[in-house]
């Protein structure tokens, strides 16, 4: 197996390694280990089929189902979620940075997507390492943020993708009422690697608990801007049989919606923590 870093700050490609018909637990020990140090691991060329897609998911840990009434799950398997946009649709799914569930108080610990159809052009997935972000902020940003609890609500998301596609209620209206925020603190501890994390997201995030959007806005849109710094991100070219697979904890991801006229299919799992997992710390 090869590693390659894509980036300085975030993302590996793992090759020399077949999915399909690898059964090696220290290898999947290795890749998780890739992925704490990396945030998100990418590797090619991989033919899977549903039950070894799935096979993969639970290696890192329960597979759950985001019980979104618009999102497509496969026939027989739930937790597998087909995330599908057809070629004479405008809106996808994910084209806002965003931590896949920061709106829940146990988000999930990762994500994986496998690329069954791609446009030939288009189409990629973005990245952000949100450690690394933290540990290069400058030390009055850190100062600020020391304490702070954000809230995250799938309510500002849906206004906010109201105002991008003027169009919210034909992907997301049927959610609108299926969850409330949640809060969380600014600054986490990874329970795994130990490091400072930056835990707001542009989709989630409006504001600071016990403040208003337009007293949190300025500071929250420093932090974004800051998390978005080309250092930070990565990005992502599909090819038909790549998969992704980020750790929530420390990622942001952003799946870049400019390929209309093109179909893009892709096959997501959503890992939970491993039960064993320490709740994340304030700091
Ligand atoms: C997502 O936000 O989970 C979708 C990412 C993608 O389709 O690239």
Not at 36 to 51: G, P, W
Not at 100 to 115: E, K, N, V, W
Not at 274 to 280: D, G, I, N, V
């Amino acid at each position: 197996m090869k590693v390659q870093k894509v980036t300085g700050y975030v993302g590996a490609t793992i090759s020399e390694v077949d999915l399909a018909t690898c059964d090696d637990a220290d290898t999947y020990r290795y890749i998780y280990r890739v992925l704490l140090e990396n945030a998100v691991v990418f590797f090619r060329d991989q033919e899977l089929s549903i039950e070894r897609y799935l096979e993969f998911g639970r290696r890192f840990g329960e597979l759950i189902r985001n019980n979104s009434p618009v999102i497509r799950t496969m026939a027989d398997h739930p937790e597998l979620e087909i995330i599908r946009k057809e070629a004479d649709a405008i809106s996808n799914i994910g084209d806002e940075w965003h931590t896949d569930q920061s709106h829940r108080p146990d988000p999930c610990m990762g994500t994986i997507l496998y690329a069954v159809e791609v446009p030939s052009h288009g189409g990629d997935t973005l990245f952000a390492n949100t450690a690394a972000a933290y540990d290069s902020l400058p030390d009055d940003l850190k100062q600020a943020v020391r304490g702070l609890r954000a809230v995250h609500s799938p309510e500002y998301l849906l206004r906010q993708t109201a105002e991008r596609t003027g169009d919210p209620d034909k992907l997301f209206g049927s959610t609108r009422a299926t969850s409330r925020p949640t809060t969380h603190p600014v600054v986490r501890v990874h329970p795994e690697t130990g490091r400072k994390v930056l835990y707001v997201n542009p989709a989630y995030t409006e504001n600071f608990e016990g403040q208003t959007p337009e007293q949190s806005q300025p500071l929250l849109q420093r932090l974004f801007s800051h998390v978005q710094r080309p250092e930070h991100y990565c990005r992502f070219r599909w090819r038909k049989g790549s998969l992704a697979f980020w750790d929530n904890r420390q990622a942001w991801h952003y799946a870049v919606n400019d390929y209309h006229g093109s179909a893009r299919e892709m096959r997501r799992l959503i890992v939970r923590a491993p039960a064993h997992e320490p709740l994340a710390q304030a700091v």
